[in-house]
C-alpha cells in the first residue's frame, strides 16, 4: 500500500468525507509529508473504489457543484487496520535492532 493510499483511507476512519476535507485531513495525519493534488485524489479514490476499499456516502450539492462523501467499507477498515499493524511490527524490528548496536558517528 503507498504512503498516500494509507493515508487517504487513514482520512476516512473518523467518517464520510468529502474530496477536500480527504486532502486536509490526510496531510494534518501525515505530519504535513502527503500533499495530494486534486487529480491524484480522484484518481486514488476511483482506485479504492474499484477495490471495494471505500464507497460512496452520499452527495450534496454545494454552490451548484456536486460534493461527493466517501466512507471507508469493512474491507478498507481491515486494509488501513493491516497496514498500520505490518508498519507498526516493521518499526519495532528496526528500532529494536538500533538498541541493540549503538550508531557510529
Not at 504512503?3 to 480527504?22: C, K, M, N, S, W
Not at 501525515?30 to 460512496?56: H, N
Not at 450539492?61 to 488501513?80: K, S
Amino acid at each position: 500500500m503507498t504512503e498516500q493510499t494509507y493515508y487517504v483511507l487513514a482520512a476516512l476512519l473518523d467518517g464520510p468525507r468529502h474530496g477536500y476535507a480527504i486532502i486536509k485531513h490526510a496531510f494534518e495525519l501525515s505530519g504535513g509529508r502527503v500533499k495530494l493534488p486534486v487529480g491524484t485524489l480522484y484518481g486514488s479514490l476511483d482506485r479504492l473504489a474499484d477495490q471495494d476499499l471505500i464507497e460512496l456516502d452520499h452527495e450534496e450539492i454545494v454552490a451548484g457543484r456536486p460534493r461527493r462523501y466517501f466512507r471507508l467499507t469493512g474491507d478498507g477498515r481491515q486494509a488501513v487496520v493491516a497496514e498500520a499493524a505490518r508498519m507498526q511490527k516493521a518499526a519495532r524490528l528496526v528500532l529494536r535492532h538500533t538498541a541493540v548496536r549503538p550508531a557510529t558517528a
